[in-house]
């Protein structure tokens, strides 16, 4: 583990450079908590790399290895339970969990997805989909959005936002960049605020109350 009082667990699939700016927020003060497992449903991640290199617990749970989602969810669930965690980041994790994770973690788990929510989210809009249909749209703005995980996909609570302006000669390559940017800037941020206790939900609505 590291980090202070609050612990904190990260699911992800891939790369982990979300996972990575959390780490960095943790060492440096920013977020008073402490990350106390990274849980990959891909044993090959890079994110599990980047935890061991930081002296972080790391586990890994296939969803091949069970026979339905409720099963894996479950399991997901049991893992972070055994790692005591508080609150669980959603980090680039491609899969979709059932009710009984959020059974146990309703209101303590958030995601970062690469667009403006509601737009842009549900079944089927990640990666260079959602990225790729931003373009298609016509819109001129696009952003980063961490939200509280609820079962339904991508439409919890909104937690902070951020937007990139889309310029004439914006491909879904160089979009997914300057988006992934707004992304390690707004995460650590939300990860902070929930630590320090300043963020309650009214309905869909999140409010931020001042720290000072
Ligand atoms: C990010 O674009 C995030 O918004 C989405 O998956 C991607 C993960 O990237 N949910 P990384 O693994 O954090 O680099």
């Not at 979300?18 to 440096?28: H, K, M, P, T, W």
């Not at 609820?150 to 439409?155: A, G, Q, R």
Request: proline share 3%.
């Amino acid at each position: 583990m590291i980090g202070g009082p609050v612990r904190i667990g990260a699911l992800v699939s891939g790369s982990g450079s979300n996972l990575q700016a959390i780490i960095d927020a943790v060492e440096s003060g920013q977020i008073k908590g402490g990350l106390v497992v990274v849980v990959s449903s891909n044993d090959r991640a890079y994110a599990l790399e980047r935890a061991r290199q930081h002296g972080i617990a790391t586990e890994v749970v296939r969803y091949e290895d069970f026979s339905s989602r409720r099963e894996f969810s479950e399991q997901i669930a049991h893992v972070l339970t055994e790692y005591r965690v508080d609150l669980v980041c959603l980090a680039g994790f491609m899969r979709i969990l059932d009710r009984v994770f959020f059974e146990r973690y309703h209101g303590d788990a958030m995601n970062i997805h690469p667009a403006l929510l509601p737009a842009f989210g549900g079944k089927g809009m990640y990666g260079h989909l959602v990225h790729e249909a931003v373009i298609a749209s016509g819109t001129q703005f696009s952003g980063a959005t961490v939200h509280f995980v609820t079962e339904e996909c991508d439409v919890g609570p909104i937690i902070l936002q951020d937007i990139v302006r889309i310029e004439d000669d914006d491909t879904p390559e160089s979009l997914a960049a300057k988006v992934l940017q707004v992304e390690h800037r707004i995460y650590p941020k939300a990860v902070e605020l929930y630590c320090a206790g300043l963020l309650t939900v009214d309905g869909m609505r999140v409010r931020r109350r001042s720290g000072q």
